[in-house]
C-alpha cells in the first residue's frame, strides 16, 4: 500500500504561482514514478506532469515552459511549481504513482485561477 497526501491548492489570480507537494508514505520503495493529473469540471482527467525514479520528466504541451515538476526523494515528496497560472488551469489536482502493479491516488487539491 501506498499513501499520496497533496496539499498547496489554493485561490490565485491570473499570472500568479502556486506550489502543489505530494507527500508518499508506506511502500514507497515499490514506487516507479510520480506525477500529477488535473481534472476540470466536465472534462477527463489529463496528465500534467510526471517524473520517473531517475528524474526524466515529461509534461503536458500546454503547461511547459510554465510548470516543473521536482522530487526530494529524502522527503519522498513531490512537487509542482505551478507559475504564470492561467483560468483554464482551474481543475483539481491529484497526484499519482504506480507501484507493485497498482496505480494509487491522493485525494486531490483545487487549485482556482481567477482571471
Known amino acids: 500500500q501506498v499513501q499520496l497526501v497533496e496539499s498547496g491548492g489554493g485561490l490565485v489570480q491570473a499570472g500568479g504561482s502556486l506550489r502543489l507537494s505530494c507527500s508518499a508514505s508506506g511502500r514507497i520503495s515499490n514506487i516507479l514514478a510520480m506525477g500529477w493529473y488535473r481534472q476540470a469540471p466536465g472534462k477527463e482527467r489529463e496528465m500534467v506532469a510526471v517524473?520517473?525514479?531517475?528524474?526524466?520528466?515529461d509534461y503536458a504541451d500546454s503547461v511547459k515552459g510554465r510548470f516543473t515538476i521536482s522530487a526530494d526523494n529524502a522527503k519522498h515528496t513531490v512537487y509542482l511549481q505551478m507559475s504564470s497560472l492561467k483560468p483554464e488551469d482551474t481543475a483539481m489536482y491529484y497526484c499519482?504513482?504506480?507501484?507493485?502493479?497498482?496505480?494509487?491516488w491522493g485525494q486531490g487539491t483545487q487549485v482556482t485561477v481567477s482571471s
Open positions: 499519482a504513482a504506480p507501484a507493485g502493479g497498482i496505480g494509487y
Open positions: 517524473i520517473s525514479s531517475g528524474g526524466t520528466t
